[in-house]
């Protein structure tokens, strides 16, 4: 999938997720007609972060292009924890909600696990819910985080069967690291979680068939701590200081993508390469939250 680069190829991660999006609008539909609605997805937003807008507004177009409903509800930044909590429970209740997303990160007055944790298993789309941890933990069906699950997906559709693969996640958050380890575990590969405290971090990247790099350190990975032949998840999208006579920096990720294209077999770019894919994951996820609320089994290739 995708162009050749000096040694690597490209993984187009722009491509795949609008070939998945097509899927999903084209099952939104079908499950439309059986059941007189569409599926629907609210996304609370508290505050003004100026890129918490533009994710919320992303998230609004890609429901109505996929034929979805999405319910916005956009709070004031001193809104207390009681409403907001409020307001989720009355998202829980709502039959015409199948998805629920509270766009992170909330004001420092709120409680974010307090906040996740009320909202219904089964309506948590975004996959961070204790329960949903549990249930991929334990392998049973559950909401995936939408990063790692779209990483998951693009690396199945470049090496097909990771079964005896030697995978390195570099980073343990509870959004991306973690889950990522759980199913590059359930899919066979051989994980080692790597992060801060690391000893001999490139050395043991080094090792790796696999790398998916969810630090959040711009262009952290260099060609050297990659195995020639390689494959590259890069989730990290930091912006760089502007350079002179420009009014912004350059989007980089957490790996040095010039210089490791020239030793892996396959890289993702920063931007067009995982970004795509959490939002179409999303889409997903809430079609199958969907099937799930109206009784019906889940729409095959999903």
């Known amino acids: 999938m995708g162009e050749t680069l000096a040694g690597a190829a490209l993984i187009d991660g722009k491509a795949f997720a609008e070939t998945l999006r097509a899927r999903v609008g ?36 890609a429901c109505a292009a996929a034929g979805m ?4 509800h956009r ?29 992170l990160p909330l004001p420092a007055h709120l409680d974010e ?14 996959g961070f819910h204790v329960i949903n941890a549990g249930r991929l933990a334990v392998g049973q069906e559950g909401f995936v985080p939408c990063t790692p699950l779209g990483c998951i997906m693009l690396l199945k559709d470049r090496l097909g069967d990771l079964s005896g693969l030697e995978a390195v996640v570099i980073g343990r958050s509870n959004i991306v690291g973690k889950p990522m380890a759980q199913l590059l575990t359930d ?35 260099k060609a050297d701590w990659i195995k020639p032949g390689a494959t ?47 939002i179409a994951v999303l889409l997903r996820n809430t079609l199958v939250a969907a099937h799930t609320h109206a009784g019906l089994p889940a729409p095959e290739g999903l």
Do not use: C, W
């Open 232 to 278: 590259v998840i890069d989730v990290g999208i930091n912006r760089l200081p502007p350079e002179e006579g420009k009014p912004r920096g350059r989007l980089v990720g957490d790996v040095a993508f010039a210089e490791v294209a020239g030793v892996a077999g396959a890289i993702t770019p920063v931007p067009g390469g995982v970004g795509p894919m959490t």
């Open 75 to 103: 709070l004031p930044a001193d809104t207390s924890e009681a409403a907001l909590l409020s307001l989720v429970e009355r998202l829980n209740q709502d039959e015409a909600v199948d998805g629920i997303l509270v766009q």
């Open 26 to 61: 084209a099952a939104a539909g079908a499950f439309a007609q059986a059941t007189g609605r569409k599926p629907g997805l609210a996304v609370v937003l508290v505050g003004e972060d100026p890129a918490s807008q533009v994710y919320v507004g992303a998230k609004g177009k």
């Open 113 to 126: 696990q307090a906040i996740i944790a009320a909202i219904h298993p089964d309506k948590d789309v975004d």
């Open 187 to 221: 899919a066979n590969a051989t994980v080692t979680i790597a992060h801060s405290r690391t000893k001999n971090l490139p050395e043991v990247v080094r090792r790796a068939d696999i790398v998916v790099a969810a630090v959040g350190r711009p262009e952290m990975v």
């Open 69 to 72: 409903a999405s319910f916005e």
